[in-house]
């Protein structure tokens, strides 16, 4: 392929407080720092990107990377969140000793999205057990054991004694699942999978009630970590109301891209105009912001 995403690079998340969310996610989550006073992101030196960030670094759990900036005055994460609200964005992290890691993230900080702790999914939502919770700044994250025979290969190949393995997907709750995947396949991504989960488990992960929820993994040229969308057929959510780049809930998924300017094209030609925040070069590499159809943040990047 001459042009479109290849593998999902890292995930950004911002914070109003960059020492906390270090602290919680070595400590809690078992993240290494790999650089702590890193470089401020490529897409945030884009003209009408938002202000400056006052602090970067860089972590990784096994081979995946999270980026958290600190923006000082940043828009805190908007209070009574639920899962199917449309700024919605977790992190799933595959876990070795469920109970072990949930034990530690709470003691840590962490605020409990689900009911009654991990929920153990019936077979034909994939047999995982799940528990979702919340950082110190509000963002969701995800626990996620997979059994024998499920998941992504990488997983059950990795042998390890650590409780944490990695980052196996980001999940965006999303109010129109096929305008989302339509816009998702003009930037080279194509569906992996698309199932229906429902039922009390459900329910209880996402702390909401009469749950239906599509659930569809897109992928470029690796699987993980990848992207899922979640189109809650109900309980319907709310429209993200925030257009604020450097805000809490202002998640982003970078992605390596070749022929950016193609596929900027393409959402253009198909009606996805408005998508496009801001493009240019940033240290001889183009690099593009974009904002998804529900408002969920997307980073191009050809530098890497």
């Excluded at 790999?34 to 602090?55: E, Q």
């Excluded at 990488?154 to 995947?181: E, K, P």
């Excluded at 909401?208 to 319907?236: C, F, I, K, N, S």
């Amino acid at each position: 392929m001459s042009h479109g995403v290849q593998a999902l690079l890292r995930i950004g998340r911002n914070t109003a407080d960059l020492d906390r969310a270090l602290a919680f996610y070595c400590d809690a989550l078992g993240f290494r720092v790999d650089d702590a006073n890193a470089a401020p992101p490529a897409w945030t030196r884009l003209p009408g990107a938002g202000s400056p960030p006052t602090r970067c670094a860089q972590l990784s759990l096994g081979a995946q990377r999270l980026e958290l900036t600190e923006f000082a005055d940043a828009e805190p994460y908007p209070a009574d969140s639920d899962s199917c609200d449309l700024w919605f964005q977790h992190c799933a992290i595959v876990v070795n000793d469920m109970q072990a890691v949930c034990t530690r993230a709470t003691q840590h900080g962490a605020a409990p999205i689900s009911r009654d702790g991990p929920q153990h999914l019936p077979p034909f939502t994939g047999s995982v057990i799940a528990w979702k919770f919340r950082d110190p700044d509000g963002h969701p994250l995800e626990l996620i054991h997979f059994p024998a025979g499920t998941g992504d290969p990488i997983w059950q190949a990795l042998h390890t004694y650590a409780s944490t393995l990695g980052i196996d997907h980001s999940a965006i709750s999303v109010g129109d699942a096929q305008r989302s995947i339509a816009f998702h396949e003009l930037l080279g991504l194509y569906v992996a999978s698309h199932g229906l989960n429902r039922g009390f488990e459900q329910q209880r992960l996402d702390d909401l009630d009469d749950v239906e929820v599509d659930v569809v993994a897109l992928q470029g040229t690796t699987r993980a970590p990848h992207l899922e969308l979640l189109g809650y057929r109900q309980p319907r959510g709310r429209a993200n109301p925030s257009t604020d780049t450097t805000g809490i809930a202002a998640d982003r998924v970078i992605w390596q891209a070749q022929g950016i300017d193609v596929l900027l094209d393409a959402l253009t030609d198909g009606d996805f105009t408005d998508a496009i925040i801001a493009s240019g070069f940033v240290d001889g590499a183009i690099v593009a912001l974009l904002r998804d159809p529900d408002g969920h943040l997307v980073v191009l990047d050809e530098s890497e």
